[in-house]
């Protein structure tokens, strides 16, 4: 049977032309150029060029009759990308680390007010941590990578931050004291790692250190994570600091 193509169908393949087209070029193009380099008709293109501008999707040029891409479109671009770069720059970093301490590592990054892991290695322990790619950590003041955002924060930031969640406790390890949580993260300053003691999940113990980008902000932040067996507090200073060199390590690289 003969597939048939919908009208819309045919505009949105020709949007996404567009879009496409636009992407593969820095400089703006005309309305003649993109009509002829896609051989739509001026009519089609006219109406796609415009519902395209009004989702910001692409933008009108100085110069009259001109289109390149929106700030909406660049925006998502540029976030996918350094995200990209990220996980496969920092992944050779967190082979060695794996194979120095035989403990799960962790990439995570913050998207949109979430602490999202976007890379992972699991650890030799028989006991899965149960992290996974694609997880979200919702509460900041309980896991280490949250905390090392936290710290980074200008002080009425962080009140804005935590004043939408407050400080649930989680587990009954979990610091809900305001206090203590604000002279923790001095500490995390100074020490350059951050320290979760069973505060997000039982028996799970995790260090982390900020990765910065070349604008010297916060790109991601690579953790240690363990169950409590394998992970004594005696450690914490030794992996905090191997936690910590790789991700300066991991920094340089992004520069």
């Known amino acids: 049977m003969k597939q048939i193509t919908s009208p819309r169908t045919i505009a949105v393949d020709r949007a996404i032309d567009v879009i496409e087209l636009l992407s593969e070029h820095e400089e ?17 293109l006219i109406r796609i060029l415009n519902t395209l501008c009004v989702r910001g999707i692409i933008d009108k040029a100085e110069k009259r009759g001109f289109y390149r891409l929106g700030l909406n479109l660049l925006f998502t671009k540029n976030h996918l990308q350094d995200k990209i770069n990220l996980r496969s720059i920092a ?35 028989s006991v899965n941590i149960y992290s996974r790619i694609g997880s979200v950590y919702p509460y900041f003041h309980a896991v280490s990578v949250g905390k090392v955002y936290l710290a980074q924060m200008d002080s009425a930031k962080r009140k804005e931050n ?22 923790e993260l001095q500490n995390i ?22 990765i910065y980008d070349n604008m010297n902000k916060i790109a991601g932040c690579i953790s240690i994570a363990a169950p409590i067996f394998s992970f004594e507090l005696d450690d914490v200073n030794k992996l905090g600091m191997l936690v910590k060199k790789t991700a300066d390590e991991i920094s340089k690289s992004l520069e």
Request: proline residues 4%; hydrophobic residues 35%.
């Open 28 to 44: 703006t193009l005309s309305l003649s150029q993109i009509m002829n380099k896609l051989s739509i008709p001026k009519q089609s």
């Open 162 to 183: 935590l004043k939408k969640i407050g400080l649930p406790s989680v587990t009954e390890h979990t610091i809900t004291n305001a206090e203590t949580l604000e002279k």
């Open 91 to 125: 992944w050779p970093f967190m082979q060695g680390l794996s194979q120095k301490v035989r403990k799960t590592i962790e990439l995570t990054i913050l998207d949109r007010d979430q602490l999202v892991c976007i890379e992972r290695i699991q650890g030799n322990e």
């Open 189 to 210: 300053i100074s020490d350059g790692f951050a320290f979760e003691n069973q505060e997000l999940r039982n028996g799970v113990r995790r260090v982390a250190a900020p």
